[in-house]
């Protein structure tokens, strides 16, 4: 071993994606500094890797040491490739790449083993054995095992199974000591792990560079991309942040944490406004123990960043860093981005920014390629009653509202398929009742009355204000028919308002309804005990803030979510809890009943969404795939796909059916906090913490709008039950009414904007807003239309 490290070996392999792989000559100033080692790596398919194997100085004039990287890549699904070897002169060399050769025949990577020996000119009977002539000696075979332990060591046990496309199909690095050469007995031991848990997840920062570089990386990358033509920088510009991040980390795990901090204060400044949060807590990591309980740097090393580039912008970018022979950026751009090439013109500077933000940039084209049925179902034929048939014919216009379509379907409406409408019996959904049937009915008659909103005629809002909450309101709910309000407090109660002059009233005991005659026509008042009639109804249960609640469609449930990790049912007849649904471990922050009911919908701090059914107490669907906290859910109007928002800045789009995700919309800068369906189904409106309210067309997945004017958070949306009216509520104290109508119409749907994303929003969103009301000093937590389109605001004045 002494000898072996006596020798002063320099080589440098390049991994070329076209031609065979080249040995480069040595270079002064080559080696990795202080510390020097390989750098390895795994490239998506159809992009070159570069390794670079050196011996340095140390930076401290003492005698080079050697260092030597061997990588096998390939494209996804291909053989390995193997790196280039040296030539089998030299006796050190040759012990060298029998060592290799052994390990790599010991890992069963055959073709790699074939092609390293075809590359170094070796028969088969030269390295069948430690028998064959000239080979036999123990200095060699010491040597070549010490060698072979080194290779050994280094690998930091089973690594996270790479994502599909990375095309990695593994790799060794070994290098050198930093102060001395390494003697045999000092052998590394192996680390081996039977889960790819965080510190699996963090190795892939362990191959890297010289730190004092980092600098001088990025920012010859800055410059290039600064002097790049004007259509291409602001594509390229995408790559500033994910890079920045990655650097930091690599720095961080590495522990150079000067060079770290130094490479943070002086970039950090050039990140776009939106990710300074993200920025906030990647400035709080200093030390690589830091690292491995921090989820928000987990998300960004495990799942794969997104950027949508132009094939130019890409072909120049690809050529810029192979030129330069950059391996550290290029080993960052193949390792944790995703880059998702479309042909044609490059973005905007304005039509990037409209959709990147996210955790995990962008979403992918092909994740919102899938079928979605966003029409209605058809609606069960009700008898109804003669006087009211001919009005109906005239308002035939009035469609479902967005929350519950069952009840909200006229006519000739309901008489014709939707041709985008899922089958019939796609999920099963519960038989309408008796009561549910005259409540139709009862709905049907209210249409008739409903006010048509546009531009010239907006509706009146009746705002309630919840006084003196010093239990802190943090949910509200009103019955589709606005005779309940609900409201979820932080004191862990939940309350219940009439506002209505009917009271609320509980069932009679069980000794008092036995008297009671059930053939009379009266049976369901007689139930009713009017001793607990009251305004109010105090619903005790939960032991942690309520931060959700939902009325079912019949008005017989509420549903309440919780910090203490629950889900709640209550019953409306006797003002009692009558199931606890455990699944989250973690608050949860929303519910939502089905349209149809039966099904409810929560999501919480676990980073998952539930679909539950109100008789089953496990979950029948687990919706997984945000980074981060689900704020808010949602079910479509045809109760197939439930919406979720999540601090991650996505909207995520789920099938009830099979729990895929059919459509990520990425575009907000913040925390996603309100949802809502129009009435046809067709879009998705959603609001965050960034004040802007962003449009969806689920059918193309394409952003169609984006409305600006609120100030702070948005809480709530809602459209009225004709679709044409969008109003918004927000943390500043304001609710807003936009024209829907005209938000949709001429839309750029064709090919090529659906393929590339290529979206025109109008500049100015103010030509859309109707009206802004304003409160005192009054958040809007929730806005409901009523079945007459009068809108009801609701939230706790807060003193100032």
């Known amino acids: 071993m002494a000898a072996l490290a006596e020798e002063q070996t320099e080589v440098a392999v390049k991994l070329e994606s076209e031609g065979p792989p080249t040995l480069l000559p040595p270079q002064a100033g080559d080696g990795a500094g202080e510390g020097g080692g390989g750098t390895t790596n795994n490239g998506p398919s159809g992009c070159g890797g570069n390794v670079a194997a050196s011996s340095s100085a140390g930076g401290d004039g003492g005698t080079p040491k050697p260092s030597v990287a061997v990588s096998a890549v390939a494209p996804a699904g291909a053989a390995p490739v193997p790196a280039a070897a040296p030539e089998a002169g030299a006796p050190h060399d040759r012990q060298t790449l029998l060592a290799v050769l052994q390990f790599l025949r010991q890992s069963n990577l055959r073709e790699a083993e074939e092609a390293l020996r075809r590359e170094a000119r070796l028969l088969e009977e030269a390295v069948a054995g430690s028998g064959a002539p000239g080979e036999a000696d123990g200095a060699s075979a010491e040597a070549a095992s010490a060698l072979l332990s080194r290779v050994t060591a280094s690998i930091p046990g089973p690594a996270a199974p790479d994502p599909p496309g990375t095309g990695t199909s593994g790799a060794a690095a070994v290098s050198g000591s930093a102060t001395g050469a390494a003697a045999p007995g000092k052998v590394g031991s192996v680390a081996v792990e039977d889960q790819?848990?965080?510190?699996?997840?963090?190795?892939?920062?362990?191959?890297?560079?010289?730190?004092?570089?980092?600098?001088?990386?990025?920012?010859?990358?800055?410059?290039?991309?600064?002097?790049?033509?004007?259509?291409?920088?602001?594509?390229?510009?995408?790559?500033?942040?994910?890079?920045?991040?990655?650097?930091?980390?690599?720095?961080?795990?590495?522990?150079?944490?000067?060079?770290?901090?130094?490479?943070?204060e002086k970039f950090h400044g050039d990140q776009e406004c939106y990710y300074q949060d993200d920025l906030r807590v990647l400035s709080s990591l200093t030390k690589k123990e830091h690292m491995k309980g921090n989820e928000t740097m987990l998300d960004f090393r495990t799942s794969k960043f997104v950027l949508r580039i132009s094939r130019d912008s890409y072909q120049l970018l690809k050529r810029h860093l192979q030129e330069k022979q950059n391996n550290q950026i290029w080993n960052i751009v193949q390792e944790h981005l995703y880059i998702d090439i479309f042909d044609g013109m490059p973005r905007s500077k304005q039509q990037?920014?409209?959709?990147?933000?996210?955790?995990?940039?962008?979403?992918?084209?092909?994740?919102?390629?899938?079928?979605?049925?966003?029409?209605?179902?058809?609606?069960?034929?009700?008898?109804?009653?003669?006087?009211?048939?001919?009005?109906?014919?005239?308002?035939?216009?009035?469609?479902?509202?967005?929350?519950?379509?069952?009840?909200?379907?006229?006519?000739?409406?309901?008489?014709?398929?939707?041709?985008?409408?899922?089958?019939?019996?796609?999920?099963?959904?519960?038989?309408?009742?008796?009561?549910?049937?005259?409540?139709?009915?009862?709905?049907?008659?209210?249409?008739?009355?409903?006010?048509?909103?546009?531009?010239?005629?907006?509706?009146?809002?009746?705002?309630?204000?919840?006084?003196?909450?010093?239990?802190?309101?943090?949910?509200?709910?009103?019955?589709?028919?606005?005779?309940?309000?609900?409201?979820?407090?932080?004191?862990?109660?939940?309350?219940?308002?009439?506002?209505t002059p009917k009271k609320l009233r509980s069932v009679k005991q069980a000794a008092d309804l036995s008297l009671i005659d059930k053939e009379s026509d009266d049976v369901l008042e007689r139930i009713m005990d009017e001793k607990t009639a009251s305004e109010l109804k105090i619903l005790y249960g939960h032991s942690g803030p309520v931060y959700g609640a939902s009325f079912s469609p019949d008005r017989n449930y509420l549903l309440s979510s919780s910090e203490d990790g629950t889900v709640r049912l209550w019953s409306l007849q006797t003002f009692t809890c009558l199931v606890g649904y455990k699944g989250h471990n973690y608050p949860v922050w929303d519910t939502q009943f089905s349209p149809y009911g039966y099904?409810?919908?929560?999501?919480?701090?676990?980073?998952?969404?539930?679909l539950w059914a109100t008789d089953h107490y496990q979950p029948l669907r687990i919706f997984a795939g945000h980074l981060a906290d689900v704020n808010c859910t949602r079910f479509h109007p045809n109760s197939n796909y439930v919406a979720t928002g999540s601090a991650d800045r996505t909207v995520r789009l789920w099938d009830v059916l099979n729990g895929n995700c059919v459509r990520i919309f990425t575009g907000h800068k913040g925390p996603i906090h309100s949802l809502t369906f129009s009435p046809n189904g067709r879009f998705l409106a959603t609001g965050a913490t960034d004040g802007r309210v962003l449009l969806w067309d689920i059918g193309h997945g394409l952003m169609v709008g984006e409305l600006k004017g609120h100030t702070d958070t948005v809480c709530s949306l809602r459209f009225s039950r004709d679709g044409e009216i969008l109003a918004s509520g927000s943390m500043d104290n304001t609710v807003r009414l936009w024209d829907a109508v005209k938000a949709f119409e001429d839309l750029e749907t064709d090919d090529f904007t659906t393929a590339t994303g290529h979206i025109n929003l109008p500049e100015n969103s103010q030509e859309l807003l109707l009206g802004t009301y304003m409160t005192k000093s009054t958040p809007v937590v929730h806005l409901h239309f009523t079945r007459r389109n009068l809108v009801l605001a609701a939230g706790a004045y807060s003193p100032q």
């Open 599 to 610: 099904y409810f919908v929560s999501g919480g701090h676990d980073r998952v969404a539930r």
């Open 352 to 499: 990037i920014d409209a959709m990147v933000g996210s955790l995990a940039g962008e979403a992918k084209r092909e994740a919102n390629k899938s079928k979605v049925f966003f029409g209605l179902l058809k609606e069960p034929e009700i008898e109804v009653p003669l006087d009211d048939e001919d009005e109906e014919g005239e308002n035939e216009e009035g469609k479902p509202k967005k929350k519950k379509p069952k009840k909200d379907s006229i006519g000739s409406k309901s008489k014709k398929q939707d041709p985008n409408a899922p089958p019939q019996n796609r999920i099963p959904l519960p038989e309408l009742k008796d009561s549910d049937k005259l409540d139709k009915i009862m709905n049907m008659k209210e249409t008739t009355k409903r006010v048509r909103l546009g531009p010239d005629c907006l509706p009146s809002i009746c705002f309630y204000t919840f006084l003196n909450a010093y239990q802190g309101l943090t949910a509200v709910d009103v019955t589709d028919d606005s005779s309940l309000i609900a409201g979820g407090f932080a004191d862990s109660t939940v309350r219940v308002w009439s506002v």
């Open 196 to 264: 790819p848990d965080v510190s699996a997840v963090l190795s892939a920062y362990n191959q890297q560079g010289d730190p004092t570089m980092y600098e001088e990386y990025y920012s010859g990358l800055k410059h290039f991309i600064e002097c790049s033509l004007d259509c291409h920088r602001a594509e390229l510009s995408q790559l500033f942040y994910p890079l920045f991040v990655h650097m930091y980390l690599e720095l961080v795990y590495n522990q150079h944490e000067n060079e770290a901090k130094s490479f943070f």
